[in-house]
């Protein structure tokens, strides 16, 4: 299994950017999907999530980001997707995704696979 995470950058306050997640290696339609993000000297932290089957439930996202950022999906490219608005420099960190068979929310251990990280650089 891999999960190949991209789309990070610098950007200043107030931009966005898109991180993509391409699977492989797995069934992606049986897979919740997380992002998680961790900032230097802190620990990896809960960014938004989303079900495998839309008939399980809303996207979850971490307080700091509702409203700001949007996480998606599309089964036919095996690829999850963070649209991220209204970057703040807080929101400067390496995000990561993460797969769980049938199984997502706002804990690591719901997941079974994380991919390598992307950088995000939000200047003020």
């Known amino acids: 299994v891999q999960l190949q995470a991209s789309g990070g950058g610098l950007v200043q306050a107030g931009g966005s950017l898109r991180l993509s997640c391409a699977a492989s290696?797995?069934?992606?339609?049986?897979?919740?999907m997380g992002w998680f993000r961790q900032a230097p000297g802190k620990e990896r932290e809960f960014v938004a999530s989303i079900s495998w089957d839309v008939g399980h439930g809303d996207p979850d996202y971490a307080t700091s980001v509702e409203g700001r950022f949007t996480i998606s999906r599309n089964n036919a490219e095996n690829t999850v997707y963070l649209q991220m608005n209204s970057l703040r420099p807080e929101d400067t960190a390496v995000y990561y995704c993460?797969?769980?068979?049938?199984?997502?929310?706002?804990?690591?251990?719901?997941?079974?696979?994380w991919g390598q990280g992307t950088q995000v650089t939000v200047s003020s």
């Open positions: 290696g797995l069934i992606f339609n049986r897979y919740g």
């Open positions: 993460a797969a769980g068979l049938r199984s997502w929310g706002t804990m690591s251990r719901f997941y079974n696979y």
